[in-house]
């Protein structure tokens, strides 16, 4: 039992780990995580151990190479984000807003790849590898309605739904009625629920066995998306559906498995082409 509690409180060490906060000594982790400073140098110890993490000098402490050859196993595994990506550029250089890719981990978006829009005023959006609440995003409320119900209760169950602005939802009921529609309908709309002024429509993607692994999406200034709303819906709707396509037809002829997971990449954010 010991074995797996320690297992269990690995994660939330790594969770520490981000691109604006890359580097954690000891003492910083221990009140991070609210555990004694002796268990925390053994978690860190531990993790160092099998590669996930590197100490540097002064004792501060890094990811490990590990996790790219990880990153590099699953990217052999699926690689939606290739599949989308050229998908991703033509959604852009045709409509010119700012669009997204996105999976679901540990109840959380992971952005994974992200491509900037052309107009003169454009969305900067989410960054590669950024994690953001399920409840107040277009492409997390797709990817949250395309769970399963015992999965969405239990979300709906364990998390609180802060409210981010003004239009996010907060009420779980009102969430269900939100999944519903989304569900019905095909699509989901951000209606300024993370950011004010921003709105978006995100669609599904689904594998050859019609399970929603991922979520495309495009973003606009609020006014413009109000403008073109059904210009925007039509070709996020089709972008997913491209995507969709490729997916399934290179998972049956053999050539990818498909899994529920990808991973960010370290490249920069590609221009529209």
Known sequence: MSSLSTVRKLGPVLDLFSVDAPEWGVSEVSEALGIPRSSTHAL????????LLQCRVRGRYRIGWRVVELAEALRGRLDVRSIAAPVLDNLVAQ?????????MERMQVLYVDKVMGTHN????GARIGARLDLHCTGVGKLLLAYQGQ???EMFL??????????ATITDPEAMLAELRAIRRQGFAVDRGEAVAEIHCTAAPIRDDMGVVIAAVSS???KDRYASRRAEITQAVVAAAAEITRTVSDT???GKLTVDQQTTPDVREIRPAM
């Open 121 to 124: 005023v454009t969305v900067q």
């Open 150 to 152: 015992a999965d969405i």
């Open 44 to 51: 860190l110890t531990s993790l160092v151990d099998i590669g």
């Open 251 to 253: 998972a049956k002829a």
């Open 157 to 166: 169950e364990r998390q609180t739904l802060p409210r981010r602005t003004p």
């Open 219 to 221: 973003s606009a200034p």
């Open 95 to 103: 409509h010119g807003e700012t669009s997204h890719l996105a999976v």
